[in-house]
């Protein structure tokens, strides 16, 4: 819900501070409104690292099913699931879609298709792959302050 939205619909002043708690004490005694809204400045390249390392440390947890799926879909799905793990975080902007889910499916997709097209993989493994795509988006979802952000600001 956009803050526009929710003034209209409560009749209140709605203000939107900073992401982090650490900005707080600046937002409290200078009231800066857009200056603690940037997006780039909230979320840089550190947070994002931060997110792509939280990412990858849930995937095994996440991915444990896997562990009975035959041996090609296994490796194709991990293969794809940690690099969708660090390019979702590392380039939300550059990827198509407003959430993570629709993010990394497209990208599943994709990458079982190439991996059929050049016959490096089979048809089960790109499957593997695209089951796998959702999840990766769900995880890094999950993880991400960018996403609800890019919620509030569209």
Do not use: H, N
Not at 34 to 44: I, N
Not at 102 to 111: E, H, R
Request: charged fraction near 20%; hydrophobic fraction near 50%.
């Amino acid at each position: 819900m956009s803050v526009e939205r929710l003034a209209a619909l409560t009749g209140w002043e709605v203000e939107v501070g900073p992401l982090e708690a650490r900005d707080l004490p600046t937002f409290m005694t200078s009231g800066l409104g857009p200056e603690m809204r940037s997006l780039a400045r909230l979320f840089g390249r550190r947070e994002r690292v931060r997110v792509a390392a939280l990412t990858l440390v849930q995937l095994p947890l996440f991915l444990l099913p896997l562990r009975w799926a035959p041996r090609d879909v296994r490796r194709s799905a991990w293969t794809f699931a940690c690099l969708a793990g660090c390019l979702l975080p590392l380039a939300p902007d550059r990827l198509p879609g407003r959430t993570g889910i629709p993010k990394a499916t497209p990208s599943g997709l994709g990458a079982g298709l190439i991996g059929v097209a050049t016959r490096r993989i089979g048809v089960r493994a790109a499957a593997g792959m695209l089951v796998t795509a959702p999840l990766v988006g769900w995880i890094y979802q999950s993880s991400s302050p960018v996403i609800f952000w890019k919620r509030i600001w569209r």
